[in-house]
């Protein structure tokens, strides 16, 4: 049986709102820098700096999944892509040497560690799409 009590809303809102606010957090801030006259700049790094929002936000979103039994798997499966690939891109910054500066950005090592967390950042999308429909199934009136 689904369970769509308080517990399982305020899980899914707060969890949406964590995981979703370092990915909207950057757009934001550039939108205000163009309106200054500067021009837009978006952070990309910004949803692995404030992972421990996302881990969080995750981690309520599949306490609510499981309590609805809707999307478990797309949030677990993001979940676990998203450990991996920020992981993985940390892991490649040090065996390559780009965490310690011996040797100089740029390469297919820059480039192997900035698509590991421009990967990052769509698995964290993808749980912010999966936190906005289990929202919606969770309210939806049957």
Same mark, same amino acid.
Request: proline share 3%; net charge positive.
């Given at each position: 049986? #689904?369970?769509?009590? %308080? *517990?399982?809303?305020?899980?899914? =809102?707060?969890?949406? =709102?964590? +995981?979703? *606010?370092?990915?909207?957090?950057?757009i934001v801030f550039g939108l205000l820098r163009l309106f200054r006259g500067a021009s837009f700049l978006v952070d990309y790094l910004m949803p692995a700096e404030l992972g421990f929002l996302v881990l969080a936000g995750a981690l309520m979103l599949?306490?609510?999944?499981?309590?609805?039994?809707?999307?478990?798997?797309?949030?677990?499966?993001? =979940?676990?892509?998203?450990?991996?690939?920020? %992981?993985?891109? #940390?892991?490649?910054? +040090?065996v390559t040497g780009l965490a310690d500066g011996s040797i100089q950005p740029g390469g297919w090592e820059m480039a192997l560690v900035t698509g590991g967390i421009i990967a990052y950042d769509l698995a964290v999308i993808s749980l912010l799409v999966a936190g906005i429909q289990l929202i919606r199934k969770v309210f939806k009136r049957e």
């Open positions: 049986m #689904q369970k769509r009590d %308080v *517990l399982t809303k305020i899980l899914a =809102i707060v969890g949406t =709102i964590l +995981v979703g *606010l370092p990915v909207v957090a950057p599949l306490w609510a999944a499981i309590r609805v039994r809707a999307y478990i798997k797309w949030i677990a499966w993001s =979940i676990g892509l998203a450990f991996l690939l920020v %992981v993985g891109a #940390q892991w490649l910054a +040090v």
